[in-house]
């Protein structure tokens, strides 16, 4: 029997327009769920955000104030898509009211503050999923497989890159994403947050880091208005740039096997550059996000001279199988945000966690933590 779900956006920015439409795209997909998400409220602090919002996707009721989320008592799980500095006290208050989160990493501005909410969930015994999302692509669940059963041998290294060109336009504007206040860290929580899910998902957990920081472009103009995604001023107040535009990190695993995470946010040239390369004993598996549905495997008995083959996921990897009928066939981003959704959806209707969870959050704030210690005092820190 399929039971109507009470759902709520907070943040309605890019990040929560995804979520909105992956609620309206789970049934489609996964026609077995148990619970039908119906949109009941949207919260956001832009005049005339949430009404839009409401007027096109039909949520019943549109807010300036999160709070009128929390207190209504129709809505029983809320998407929290606002800023970084607003996750604690949002994803605190949504918690206590009873209500299951889906809430965006970093999940604050400091481990503590992911501590806090994940603690908060609990206690209060709801569900919580974090948005990782590029761990829901089926190539990296079938790269997952493939680590695991051995066919590369024993992992050695891996590399993980995160490249992006969103702030390498000296016009792009002063937004929250660049103070410490507001936004914490800067590529840290954005991209390398991902890329410690990444390392974590596929080899396990990391035992200790080393890491390089470094702000490129120091001075940005102060926006005039309000802001959404990566908007450019011209002509504005010029204001210091307060956390990192880039990173390199390398990392030792509790396995043995040691890692490099880079991540930039202002790399002319490089539009969305996500991916991994790991290598084994016998083989290896590499993937690039921009072509999500292919795996570069090399396995063999050759060591030496052993060519990489590609191979492209079908329906037997991850959750392809509810999106396409045959291999090849292309997915995209928001097709992992639909994934994401259902592993939400499914955790409250099984009460059983699927898909990242807040401890996933803790773990990654921790190592962004760790990042930037050592970034200031220039030597390895242990992870506990």
């Known amino acids: ?75 029983e799980a809320v998407s929290i898509a606002a800023p970084n500095f607003l996750h604690r006290e949002i994803g605190l208050a949504m918690a206590e009211a009873g209500k299951h989160i889906w809430i965006e990493k970093p999940v604050g501005l400091t481990a503590e503050d992911a501590r806090v909410v994940s603690d908060a969930v609990t206690k209060a015994g709801v569900q919580g999923t974090v948005g990782f999302n590029y761990r829901n692509a089926p190539a990296v669940a079938a790269a997952r497989e493939l680590i695991a059963s051995g066919e590369i041998g024993t992992v050695t290294h891996v590399r993980i890159r995160l490249f992006s060109d969103y702030a390498a336009h000296p016009e792009g504007a002063l937004t929250w994403r660049y103070e410490r206040e507001r936004g914490g860290s800067g590529v840290l929580g954005d991209l390398a947050s991902h890329g410690v899910d990444l390392a974590r998902f596929l080899l396990g957990e990391i035992e200790a880091l080393t890491a390089d920081t470094a702000i490129f472009l120091p001075r940005r103009a102060r926006p005039t208005g309000a802001t959404a995604g990566h908007t450019r001023a011209t002509g504005g107040e010029l204001g210091p740039v307060e956390n990192e535009d880039y990173v390199n990190c390398l990392l030792r695993f509790a396995s043995g096997a040691r890692g490099v995470l880079e991540a930039c946010r202002v790399s002319v040239g490089e539009q969305n550059n996500y991916g991994f390369e790991v290598h084994g004993t016998k083989g290896a598996v590499l993937w690039d996000f921009r072509r999500m549905g292919e795996l570069g495997v090399s396995r063999g008995t050759s060591y030496q001279d052993q060519p990489v083959s590609t191979v492209y996921v079908g329906p037997g990897d991850g959750e392809y199988a509810a999106f396409q009928p045959g291999s090849a066939n292309s997915m995209g981003y928001d097709d992992l945000k639909v994934i994401e959704a259902h592993h939400f959806l499914r955790s409250i209707a099984e009460n059983t966690p699927y898909g990242a969870t807040l401890a996933d959050a803790v773990h990654s704030a921790a190592a962004l933590d760790a990042m930037s210690r050592s970034a200031e005092r220039g030597t390895w820190v242990p992870l506990a």
């Open 1 to 75: 029997m399929v039971r109507t779900l009470g759902v709520a956006v907070v943040g309605f920015g890019w990040m929560g327009r995804v979520h909105t439409q992956a609620y309206a795209r789970v049934p489609h997909h996964f026609p077995g769920l148990s619970l039908r998400p119906e949109l009941v409220a949207v919260a956001d602090e832009v005049p005339g955000r949430a009404e839009e919002a409401a007027a096109q996707y039909g949520f019943a009721a549109a807010h300036r104030d999160w709070r009128e989320v929390a207190a209504d008592p129709r809505v």
